[in-house]
């Protein structure tokens, strides 16, 4: 049977080869002009699948990245600042070295302690050293300077805390070491239903007052604190305050903890100051939550009644010797019956060796003092021990106390305290020594770490452009077929559809 073709068919045919041609022209010549072969989902979607996923992994590297760069001055900063106290460390020694000499004279001890004020002072500097306004031995409190001078010596201010950072995925190194584990002690007591709220924030209490609490059912309440409190009733108020309402210590042991079970949610968990006071945000629980509220460190400062056990944030410590020199009287005593500092600091004081120990002034670990006007007191570890330094009263990292103390020694001319005090630049040192290691086995995993991230970049890139990156040669090579296949429709379709004035007589 004989088809007629008509011209509106002829028409529409060639168009659509035209059309066609033209487009696979165009998208010969995008692949040349753009270098890709992949611009949207349809090109190719597994293609597209993947190279979307290595573009996602590689903004991942790119932040791992950025925190190590942003954050790698800790790092070095902290290292430059020990190896500079270790400097320090080692000229006391060739002083207290000098001054136990057959040629020293209270003259010459005079000079050394000159010496020696300027070594502390050099030691603060570092101690206190900055990076970014942040300070680098602070812990996570980096605004707060880490170290001062009191009565009872140098005390630490920071936290136990480590600035953290995100190096790959799922894994975190710290970039900073507390000054309470390289320069100082920090006790570090948990805190428990009987801490008193005036033993919190160190020692400097909360402030009375009240605050407003309303839990996500939208039940609000008006808790009243006084400082006469314990933690204890604290949390008893906050709990009173709505059924839905929990408040507990956290896990860490460290804060308050208010936990929400309220099964119609209306809004937030909203813990709000009364007539501008600062109660709530002295307890660490103000501010709005769609969860649970976790409240800040409260750190709790050393009380007589603080349990051994409970120190060192609740994993407590295991006493044991110590050793006292003060004067000609010098002798170990032995803290291991203790059970509470207040017994800690009895058998210390009944010791027999004219000394008094007592909390020091920031309430974060213990001083002992000679009841003499004429000696100084030196304790330090005895043997592989650390009683001594865990307490904070000598030896180990408790090297700006050593240093303070070898000073009094020269100016008192006391040689018994001027050798008791090397065991105690010698641990020091240890210590200063150990914590540089630590600095630099995480520099070292870090830089290895950024030059796997570096790789892993070229290697995802080259990838990406494997999978979307078109081959020049080819498409030029169908840009030119196509071209030639175009010309040739052209000049064919003329030929084939010749208009005339009756194809437009309709």
Not at 423 to 434: C, H, K, P, R, V
Not at 445 to 458: A, F, G, L, P
């Amino acid at each position: 049977m004989v088809m007629r073709v008509t011209s509106q068919t002829q028409q529409r045919n060639a168009l659509n080869n035209i059309f066609r041609i033209t487009e696979d022209l165009f998208n010969a010549q995008k692949e040349i002009t753009s270098g890709k072969k992949i611009h949207k989902p349809s090109d190719d979607p597994a293609g597209m699948r993947d190279t979307l996923a290595l573009r996602t992994s590689i903004k991942k590297i790119n932040q791992f990245e950025r925190n190590i760069n942003n954050n790698q001055l800790f790092l070095s900063r902290g290292e430059s600042a020990l190896d500079s106290i270790g400097v320090s460390l080692s000229r006391a020694k060739e002083l207290s070295m000098v001054e136990l000499g057959g040629m020293s004279t209270s003259e010459t001890r005079g000079y050394a302690k000159v010496e020696l004020n300027n070594i502390i002072s050099s030691v603060f500097q570092q101690a206190n050293a900055k990076v970014k306004n942040m300070f680098v031995f602070s812990g996570t409190d980096s605004k707060t300077t880490p170290f001062e001078v009191s009565a009872s010596g140098a005390v630490y201010n920071g936290n136990s805390d480590n600035i953290v950072i995100q190096i790959e995925e799922n894994i975190n190194v710290k970039v900073t070491i507390p000054g309470s584990e390289v320069l100082g002690t920090d006790l570090n007591p948990d805190l428990n239903t009987a801490t008193k709220v005036s033993e919190l924030n160190r020692g400097s209490g909360i402030t009375a007052g009240s605050f407003s609490i309303t839990d996500r059912a939208g039940n609000s309440s008006t808790v009243n604190i006084t400082s006469s409190m314990t933690l204890g009733s604290v949390i008893s108020a906050i709990s009173a305050a709505s059924s839905n309402l929990t408040a507990s210590i956290n896990s860490s042991g460290n804060g308050i903890t208010i936990t929400d079970a309220s099964s119609v949610i209306t809004n937030s968990l909203i813990v709000s100051e009364v007539d501008g006071g600062t109660t709530a945000s002295s307890l660490g629980i103000i501010g709005v939550k769609d969860g649970n509220i976790e409240g800040t460190d409260l750190n709790a400062a050393l009380s007589t009644s603080t349990l051994i056990s409970e120190l060192n944030s609740g994993d407590g410590l295991t006493l044991g010797d110590i050793n006292i020199i003060n004067g000609a009287a010098s002798g170990v005593v032995s803290l291991s019956s203790a059970t509470t500092i207040a017994e800690a600091i009895s058998l210390i004081n009944n010791s027999g060796h004219n000394v008094t120990a007592s909390i020091d002034s920031a309430g974060n670990s213990l001083r002992v003092v000679s009841n003499s006007k004429s000696t100084i007191a030196v304790v330090s570890n005895v043997g592989i021990d650390r009683t001594a330094e865990e307490l904070g009263i000598g030896g180990g990292r408790n090297v700006i106390n050593t240093l303070i103390k070898l000073k009094q020694a020269m100016e008192y001319d006391d040689t018994f305290a001027i050798l008791g005090s090397l065991a105690n630049l010698d641990s020091g040192l240890e210590s200063i020594n150990e914590s540089r290691a630590i600095y630099g086995a995480v520099t070292r995993r870090i830089n290895s770490t950024e030059e796997i991230h570096q790789q892993n970049i070229v290697n995802q890139n080259d990838q990406i452009s494997n999978i979307e990156g078109a081959d020049l040669v080819e498409a030029a090579s169908r840009f030119a077929a196509m071209e030639t296949s175009l010309q040739a429709s052209l000049s064919s379709t003329a030929r084939i559809i010749q208009p005339s004035l009756l194809d437009f007589l309709r």
